[in-house]
T-cell receptor
C-alpha cells in the first residue's frame, strides 16, 4: 500500500521567508509525528498528533514553528521567518497508534540561504 | 542532553561477517527500543524493536540485545550483506501513561559492508 508521502522533496528559501511542508500519512494511521534531522545529527522530535487530542508541541524549537493536522489526516508544518539554522531534513512519520512502530516519509530537505 | 548515544559514527565489516552496532541510553523511563535503517535521500525504515521486558529479539538476520542494567542495546546482523550498507539509528521511547510515543534517536552509525 501507499506509504507516507511528503512534499516538496526539496525547498530552497531565502532567510526571512515563510515555508510550508506537507505530510500525507498512511491511511488509517491515527498518530502523526514530525522530526527534523540537521546535518550529522540524529532525528529530533518536533510535534505529535493523535486523533482529536491536543497535540504535543514540546519539541518545537521556537514560536516560529507551528503545525496542524486537518481532518485527522494531512499535516502541514509551517516555519515563519526562516533562519539559516532551520536548514535540515524534515521528516514525517505515522503510526497506527502511539507506541507502535513509526513509518517515515522520504523527508523534505529545507535549505535557507 | 543526549539521552540516546551511538558512540561509533562508522563501522566497516566484510561481507558474510557479523556487524555489531551499539547504543547506550541514560533515561531509565525508556521501555521500548527500536532500530531504523536509512539510505541516502530516503526516510528511515523500521528494522526491529524490543520491549524492556525482553533481553533479546530476533528477526531473520537481525537480532537486538538489551541489557537494562547497563542501559545498553546492540544490533547484530549476521551474515552482513553489501545491501546492509546504510546509516543505522537507535531510538527509544517511554510508553507509560501520558507519554506520546515520540522517539528519541541516537546520532546514527554508518555501516559499510565490503564485498
Amino acid at each position: 500500500g501507499a506509504g507516507v508521502s511528503q512534499s516538496p522533496s526539496n525547498k530552497v528559501t531565502e532567510k526571512g521567508k515563510d515555508v510550508e511542508l506537507r505530510c500525507d500519512p498512511i491511511s488509517g494511521h491515527t498518530a502523526l509525528y514530525w522530526y527534523r534531522q540537521s546535518l550529522g545529527q540524529g532525528l529530533e522530535f518536533l510535534i505529535y498528533f493523535q486523533g482529536n487530542s491536543a497535540p504535543d508541541k514540546s519539541g518545537l524549537p521556537s514560536d516560529r514553528f507551528s503545525a496542524e493536522r486537518t481532518g485527522g489526516s494531512v499535516s502541514t508544518l509551517t516555519i515563519q521567518r526562516t533562519q539559516q539554522e532551520d536548514s535540515a531534513v524534515y521528516l514525517c512519520a505515522s503510526s497506527p497508534q502511539r507506541f507502535y512502530e513509526q513509518y517515515f516519509g522520504p523527508g523534505t530537505r529545507l535549505t535557507v540561504t | 542532553d543526549q539521552q540516546v548515544k551511538q558512540n561509533s559514527p562508522s563501522l566497516s565489516v566484510q561481507e558474510g561477517r557479523i556487524s555489531i552496532l551499539n547504543c547506550d541510553y541514560t533515561n531509565s523511563m525508556f521501555d521500548y527500543f527500536l532500530w531504523y535503517k536509512k539510505y541516502p535521500a530516503e526516510g528511515p525504515t523500521f528494522l526491529i524493536s524490543i520491549s524492556s521486558i525482553k533481553d533479546k529479539n530476533e528477526d531473520g538476520r537481525f537480532t537486538v540485545f538489551l541489557n537494562k542494567s547497563a542501559k545498553h542495546l546492540s544490533l547484530h546482523i549476521v551474515p552482513s550483506q553489501p545491501g546492509d550498507s546504510a546509516v543505522y539509528f537507535c531510538a527509544a521511547s517511554a510508553r507509560g501513561s501520558g507519554n506520546t510515543g515520540k522517539l528519541i534517536f541516537g546520532q546514527g552509525t554508518t555501516l559499510q559492508v565490503k564485498p
